[in-house]
Structures are given as C-alpha cells and as structure tokens.
C-alpha cells in the first residue's frame, strides 16, 4: 500500500515529458493478440495498468518482453482464451480482451470485469455487438463463457451510447471478421483513432475512426509492425492543473494540442497563461484562479469525464463557485468527500456538485484515494494546499501515473512517494 507526502504551495518551474496514453496502450495491447507475428510498441507508459494487461498477455500464451517504454510481443504461440478472475478485478479495461481472444480463437473466458468504482459499469453494450458478430455465450457464477461457432461475421452495429470501450472491442473482433462491420454512434476519443491506426499499421482495413460511423473490413490475417502511442492528453492535463494550484511555470513536452482542446480553453478561462510551442505547451500561473463556467463530462470532444476530479481539485482555490455534471458515470464523486477533508465546500446533488471555492480554506490533511483520476485529484489539492497532506490508496494513482512524485518533484513540487 503506497501513499504520497507532499508539502504544498511549492512553485512549479521545470520541465516534464508526457507519458504514452494508458487508454491507447491497453487496447492495443490486447490487439497485439491479433498478430500472428511479433509487434514491438514504442513510448509504453510504465505503470500498473499495463503490467496487468502484460500478465493477460502472458496467461494467453504470448511471450512478452519490456524494456522501459518498449514492449515487443510475440503472440504466434497464444494457446490460451481465459484470463484469470484476478486479473479481470486488475483492471476493467481487461472487458476489452475479449473480442480479440475470440477472433483469435474463438472462444474466450472472462468474469465480469473489476476496476475502479464508478458505479455500475455494464457490458452489455460489448455482448449485444459481439453477438451480433457470431459470438453465443453464457454467464455462471460470475463468468461469462463466449464462443463462436464458425469464425465472427461483419455486421451493423448501432451503439446506444458511445462506448469507449464498446467500440474498441467491436474494431478488435471486427478486423478478423469474415465481411464489413459498421459501427454507428461509436466513440470518437483520440485513443480510438490510436487503436485503429495501429491495427491498419498491422495490415487491418478500418476507415473513420474519430468521426461518429467507423467502418472495418475484415482481412485473413495482421502482421508484424512497429508502432508508438499517442501522449496521454489526461494526465498532461492532470499536470497543468497542478500548475494553476501551486503557481510557476512548467514546460510539458510532448504533447498533441488538438486533443486537449476542450481542456486549454478551460484552463485559460481561469486566468492561467498558455503558450503553445512547436514541441509542446507551456503553463504559467500566478494562483488568482477564477471559478469555471458550468462544467459538464461529455463523450470527446466535449469535456473528459477523466479530467472531472482534477478539475474540482482546481476549483477548491479558485474564486467563487464552480458546477460540475458528471454525465458519463453514474458514481464519480467520491473524491469530493476527501476534498472536504482538506476544507473545500462541495455539494453533491446526485450529477451536480457546487464547489464554493476559496484558496485559504485549503489546508493540508489526510486522504485517502478510491480510484485513479480521484486520487490523482487528491495530489492536485494537495500540492495547493497550505501545510502536508497524506494521499493514501497510491495504488490506485500508480494504475495511470508513471512516476507522478519524481516528475514532480524535479519540477518543483515537495512530493515523495513512500
Ligand atoms: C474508458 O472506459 C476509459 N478507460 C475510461 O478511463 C474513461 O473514463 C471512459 O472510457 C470514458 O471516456 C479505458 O479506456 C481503459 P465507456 P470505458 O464504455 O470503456 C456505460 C481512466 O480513468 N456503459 O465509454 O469503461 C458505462 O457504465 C478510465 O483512465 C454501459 O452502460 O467507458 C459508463 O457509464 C476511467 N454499457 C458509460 O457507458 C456498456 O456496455 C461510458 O463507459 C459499456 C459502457
């Protein structure tokens, strides 16, 4: 069990390179079980999350070899298609295996996936496409046991709702499938547009990932490939609003603007100077932050539900009162209760929370993380904060933030890791 020490109110001025996308790698990698050749993966963020989807891999069958943000996997030996119950309650996105396993192999065995809390968080999006794709399948005791009598088939897919994680698995059963998928109302995230890049670069057919209708024409077989991931644009953005807390001036390098668009203008409105240079962006702050204007979690391009809790972090210090509306999960406030812990005034109205922000009520404190981006929340708050504060649950920032403390501190920041 980790937990971070930081002593707040320390100003930023140095540099940080942004870490490779968790929520590009994580698909990816399970696409890697699609190759029957070797795929070597550049820019792999060092973290948790990706160290469990390596253990999947290797459950699998496939051999997997890391040397720091390199990962080659070689999955021409798979034999494998059940991931074991502990590694699904790992990690949520493990859901996203299994169109992969069974395309591969054409049965696969998974538990209802773990994660963070954020409330319920169904699959019944992921099974009602993949059955109609060819996939039968039956739940027992808590596993879901899936095959496909003959290999998956193309379809028309309507998402009710645009699922990350739905369309990453339709795209990884549909480039194997036998004829063309479409996907209407598909998520349009730049982790999607990853995927689907590194999968054309492995010989698969798909046209329109990042737009609203994607369309996959399934091939025989993928081959080998080299390919780097995008930059994490959450955890960037996570990094700038340490920067509006704590004043000072950071240099994040590495980074694709055009992702973090709805981020930048927000983060510019609460009086924070940005300066975008050719190789990255540059936040300055002198900590006279203004409240946001209403801030509701959309599917991108609107508002990341991930950037929520570093957000209400940032707008604890600013002036006057701030709204939130979570729209994307049903249960995404818990860090509010620890913020509170630390002096912050939040009222949550089931969706809604109102933040009464006010610099000086923000004082050091002990607090506990219950998921990622809220322990994240909890680092932000605390780098502001007047005096120590204890984030405890690290493991949970650790699934998502490579290194956070060492970034930091070389940037300026009091914060250790213990
Ligand atoms: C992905 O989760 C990300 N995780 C999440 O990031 C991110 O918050 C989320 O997309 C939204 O952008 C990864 O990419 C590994 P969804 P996912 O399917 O795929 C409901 C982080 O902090 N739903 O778009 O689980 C679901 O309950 C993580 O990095 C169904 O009802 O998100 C949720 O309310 C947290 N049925 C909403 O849709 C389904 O079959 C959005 O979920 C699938 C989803």
New binding site residues.
């Given amino acids: 069990m980790s937990e971070y020490i930081i002593n707040g109110r320390k100003k930023f001025d140095g540099i940080i390179k942004v870490q490779g996308a ?2 590009s790698i ?2 990816i990698l399970a696409g890697t079980v699609l190759c029957q050749g070797k795929v070597i993966l550049h820019y792999c963020p060092q973290i948790s ?1 990706v160290e469990t989807a390596i253990n999947i891999l290797r459950c699998l069958g496939c051999r997997v070899q890391r040397d720091n943000h390199t990962i080659t996997v070689d999955s021409k030996h798979m034999n494998g298609y059940t991931i074991p119950d502990e590694l699904m309650r790992e ?3 493990s ?2 295996f299994l169109g992969a396993i069974l395309a591969r192999t054409g049965y696969a065995e998974i538990s209802l996936p773990g ?2 809390e ?11 496409a993949l059955v109609q794709m060819g996939m039968t399948f039956e739940e027992n005791h808590g596993k879901i046991y899936c095959q496909t009598a003959n290999s998956l088939h193309g379809a028309n897919i309507h998402l009710s ?8 698995n339709i795209l990884l059963a549909g480039v194997l499938a036998k004829g063309t998928t479409i996907i209407t109302n598909c ?1 349009r ?1 730049p ?1 999607i547009v990853d995927l689907a890049d590194f999968l054309n670069s492995c010989g698969a057919k798909i046209t329109g990932a990042g737009e609203s209708v994607i369309y996959i024409e399934g091939v025989d077989r993928l081959h080998d490939t080299q390919y780097s991931v995008i930059p994490d644009r ?1 955890v960037c953005a996570t990094y700038m609003t340490a920067v509006a807390v704590s004043g000072g001036k950071l240099f994040l390098e590495n980074v694709i603007k055009p992702h973090m668009n709805s981020i930048l203008s927000l983060i510019e409105q609460s009086g924070c100077q940005i300066e975008e240079t050719k190789s990255g962006i540059c936040i300055q702050s002198d900590c006279q932050l203004q409240k946001f204007p209403l801030i509701r979690t959309m ?2 391009p609107g508002f ?3 950037m929520q809790a570093p957000f209400m972090a940032m707008s604890c210090f600013a002036q006057g009162t701030s709204v939130f509306v979570e729209n ?3 249960s995404r406030y818990r860090h509010a209760y620890e913020l509170c812990r630390m002096g912050a005034k939040i009222d949550i109205q089931g969706k809604v929370a109102i933040v009464e922000g006010n610099r000086k009520n923000m004082s050091g404190s002990t607090v506990e993380a219950k ?3 809220g322990g994240a929340s909890l680092i932000v708050a605390g780098l502001g904060a007047e005096g120590t504060t204890v984030v405890k649950g690290g493991e949970y920032i650790e ?2 933030y490579e290194k956070i403390e060492e970034y930091l501190s070389n940037a300026g920041a009091d914060i250790v890791k213990i």
């Fill in positions: 968790k929520n994580l698909p999350d990690m949520r996105s859901v996203m994660g963070c954020l409330g319920a968080r169904p699959i019944d999006m992921h099974l009602s709702f645009p699922s990350v994680g739905a369309t990453e998520a995230e982790e959450i599917p991108y990341p539900t991930d994307i999960f049903d998921d990622l981006r699934r998502g």
